[in-house]
Structures are given as C-alpha cells and as structure tokens.
C-alpha cells in the first residue's frame, strides 16, 4: 500500500503520494476543504470569452436596427406607426413616447426592426417625409453614452422633480444646460426643476426640456413672459407640457 505523508516542502493544503515501488512516484494532490475528494491540483480550465463576445455583438446589432421617429403628430399610436413603418420593413416593436402626467404624446418614438436591412429601408424611404403635415425625422438611434458623459445625464435626471405644474420649452440653443433654463425661467416664478431632454443614449442635447413649478399660476406667467422670447441667441417656445 502507498504510504500517504505530508512534504515539508510543499503547501499545508498539498500531500504527496509515494509509491513503494523500485522507482517512487510522487503525485500531488489538492486537499482544500472545498473538495469531497482528492484531484489533481495542475488542471486546464478554459477561459469563456466568447459568450461575452456574442453579447456584446447582440447589443450592437440591436442598436442598428432601433430607429429613432422624431416630430411625429400627437395623434398618432403605436399601432398606426408600426402600420406606417411596416410598408417599408419587418417592425419588431414599435413606441410612441408620452408624457407621464399629461398623457400626450411627446412627438417622437422608437421603432425596432427585424433586420439591420430593414432599418436602413426605412430610413431611406422614411426620413424627411410628411406624416399628418409634419416632416418626420428617421434615423439609427445615437451610440451610447460614453463612460464620462454617464455620471452628469443621470446626475440631471435624478435631480429632476417632476410636476403636473410644468411647460414644455421648444427651439433650444444647443448650448442651452439645465442651469442656464433654470436660472431664465427662476426670473418669473418660483421653478422647482428643471432638465435638458438628451438626444437618447447620448449626452447631445435635443433642442427642448421641461421646467416645472409648484403652481399653474407660475406656469401660466412663464408662458406668458417667455413664450417666443430669446435665449442665448434662440427664439424659444414654451407652452403646458
């Protein structure tokens, strides 16, 4: 029988195993508490990189074929929007945007579609077209936020306090930060927040945000002193969001 006894070279949690034949033959074993029983302890263990590749290229691939629909007319759904994009391309999903308190529709919304062919269709055979007398604007949504810009859109968004007293404020100056929109509208009433809307998934501004007040007299004195006024060289619209 093997005889089984600690080296006194080797770790606490290795013994070696000698055999008694002419020629010994010393294996090492691994004995962490971990295992029930004794294995090798130089073993191969694959590195899966792969599947983070394949999720990675996933992401990517749906991105291309998510498309952004701006200045879309208020009445139209999901329904009807799909059935308009469809004409040119398989469509996945299709949502329009709305404001949570009013209920109405923001203008815009996401379509996705089946195919990254299909989604380039679309933007070729849909952008700069008419929907309901407005020209719609299509196209492969923004990269993603780099990992700078992250820490400030979700710092605004956070700090956001939203209300049922609040304007909508349109034809924004690309320079235009949420600071400088609360400190214009601070002139005229008592403004609880305020917010830049961001292209999505990018940290470019998109042309309009959101002030909210803590009354609708204050909302009705921002739209009457700051409606078609001008900030930092822009004509801006405001009206109730």
């Known amino acids: 029988m093997a005889s089984l006894h600690s080296s006194l070279l080797l770790p606490p ?28 302890l130089f073993t191969t263990r694959r590195r899966f990189g792969r599947p983070f590749a394949v999720a990675e290229q996933a992401t990517v691939t749906e991105a291309a074929r998510r498309l952004y629909v701006g200045n879309i ?8 929007l799909a059935k ?27 379509v996705t579609m089946k195919t990254v062919e299909d989604a380039n269709a679309v933007i070729e055979k849909l952008n700069g077209t008419e929907i309901g007398g407005r020209e719609i604007k299509v196209n492969v949504t923004e990269k993603p936020l780099s990992a700078s810009d992250l820490p400030l859109s979700q710092a605004e968004e956070s700090q956001f306090i939203d209300s049922p007293h609040k304007v909508y404020v349109g034809n924004l100056a690309k320079t235009v930060t949420t600071d400088t929109l609360k400190k214009f509208f601070s002139e005229k009433g008592k403004v609880l927040s305020a917010k830049v809307s961001r292209v999505p998934g990018t940290s ?7 002030v909210t007040f803590s009354s609708e007299e204050d909302v009705e ?8 006024s001008s900030l930092e060289g822009q004509k801006i619209r405001v009206n109730k969001a």
Do not use: C, W
């Open 13 to 40: 949690n290795l013994l070696s195993l000698t055999s008694p034949s002419s020629s010994p033959t010393h294996i090492l074993l691994n004995m962490r508490p971990s295992t029930t029983h004794l294995r090798p």
């Open 84 to 110: 308009i994009v469809q004409e040119h391309g398989g469509v996945e999903k299709a949502e329009v945007m709305y404001d949570k308190y009013s209920g109405r529709s923001r203008r815009f919304a996401f």
């Open 73 to 80: 007319p208020r009445t139209v759904n999901n329904d009807e």
């Open 221 to 228: 004195a921002a739209i009457s002193s700051f409606n078609n």
């Open 204 to 210: 470019k501004s998109s042309g309009y945000g959101f």
